[in-house]
């Protein structure tokens, strides 16, 4: 943290406020969300904090640009109910998310290597595998609604069945369906996805999905080194804790 905390220092919640460019209120909050431990009282009735709070909330606030908010509090609220087990656990599902994101952008370019003019608009949907909506969304892990949506917003195109009037992927709509989830999870919105899928599917230039992905592999690197700095900021705090 870059200081030298006195174990007999008292701080004030505008201190710890200050040290982290938060407002007092965000501090107390994050007392009252079991981010920090509960502090002890002036005979006043006025918080008095210690180093150990200030070790709580360095520790958090390493640990969100990793883990997320959601995550980095659940993990604090572990540590401050003495479930340190709870706390790795939950550390153990961001480093699984984070790889299974790394595989998920592998999977994305190995798709793009296997473009070719054939899964265009010139496909031949009877020569390819076919598969219906409830399947390919049990695939993707997403609802059937979701790829609805995504077909209204032109980014898969499935023909009916002219018997039954089911929606029917051929081989080029579930790619198309494949990139879109891997690119929303990636961050990018529907309208930034669009343009992308356009030229997945015309083969005019893969240039500006190329740069989606770069910018994608920049994140992931991101997210891995913001763990590294939150792990390092909670076993600090672990160890003030004793």
Do not use: C
Request: aromatic share 4%.
């Amino acid at each position: 943290m870059g200081r030298n905390l006195q174990s007999g220092e008292k701080l004030r919640p505008i201190d710890l406020a200050r040290r982290h460019g938060l407002s007092t209120q965000a501090v107390r909050n994050y007392e009252d969300a079991g981010i920090l431990p509960a502090a002890d009282r002036t005979a006043t009735g006025y918080r008095a904090y210690t180093p150990l709070h200030e070790r709580a909330l360095g520790a958090f606030l390493a640990l969100v640009p990793g883990h997320g908010h959601r995550t980095a509090t659940a993990i604090m609220q572990a540590v401050n109910r003495e479930t340190p087990d709870e706390a790795f656990r939950l550390i153990d599902e961001s480093h699984v998310q984070l790889l299974d994101d790394r595989r998920t952008l592998q999977a994305v370019e190995r798709a793009l290597h296997d473009l070719s003019p054939r899964t265009g608009p010139e496909a031949d949907p009877s020569r390819t595998g076919r598969t219906f909506i409830g399947p390919l969304a049990e695939e993707l892990g997403i609802r059937a609604a979701t790829l609805r949506k995504w077909e209204d917003a032109g980014l898969v195109r499935p023909r009916r069945d002219p018997v039954t009037g089911y929606r029917v992927y051929d081989e080029a709509d579930v790619r198309d369906a494949r990139l879109v989830h891997q690119l929303r999870r990636g961050g990018h919105l529907l309208e930034q996805i669009a343009p992308l899928i356009t030229q997945v599917r015309t083969a005019g230039g893969l240039e500006p999905l190329e740069g989606a992905l770069r910018d994608w592999h920049g994140r992931l690197s991101a997210r891995g080194r913001a763990m590294l700095t939150g792990a390092a900021e909670l076993e600090a705090y672990l160890r003030a804790r004793g």
